[in-house]
């Protein structure tokens, strides 16, 4: 099995869905289970199936919070220096070659990603074009909307 990439941050968050997900989630779901077999007949019980449908949910996504969790390369960006280049983990400034906007984003694996946070996918396409780029260095992005062009600003490790 292929490792999968994670930020610590990523994969404490994958921790903390697992321990909900095995501690409450699990045990609220079995409790409906339970209610809903006492309510009678199964065969037309609406609760019972919802219930059935939930836990079913449930355990596959800790199987697959488990899986991901026993293939995960863990790294700590703060401990990286790749010298001033751009890899998994880093924190990039770019600055819009057309429009002279400036953001932020920081490569995270694929189940950390949020666009909204900042945090950009190591498969996204913006993502693989800075991969291995230096600060002044230009990456261009093929986008939806056509080719965008951004400088690199400033590359961290934070």
Known sequence: MATIPLTRRGAELLRSELHRLKTVERHAVIQAIAEARGQGDLSENAEYEAAKDKQAF?????????????????????????????????????????????????IVGDDEADLKQGLVSISSPIARALIGKESGDVADVQAPGGT?????VDVRYV
């Open 148 to 152: 965008k062009s951004y400088e690199i």
């Open 58 to 106: 449930i355990e596959g996504r800790i199987a697959e919070i488990e899986g991901k969790l026993a293939a995960a390369q863990v790294i700590d960006p703060g401990t990286l220096d790749a010298g001033g280049r751009v890899v998994f983990g880093a924190t990039v400034d770019l600055e819009e070659e057309d429009g002279g906007q400036r953001v932020t984003y920081q």
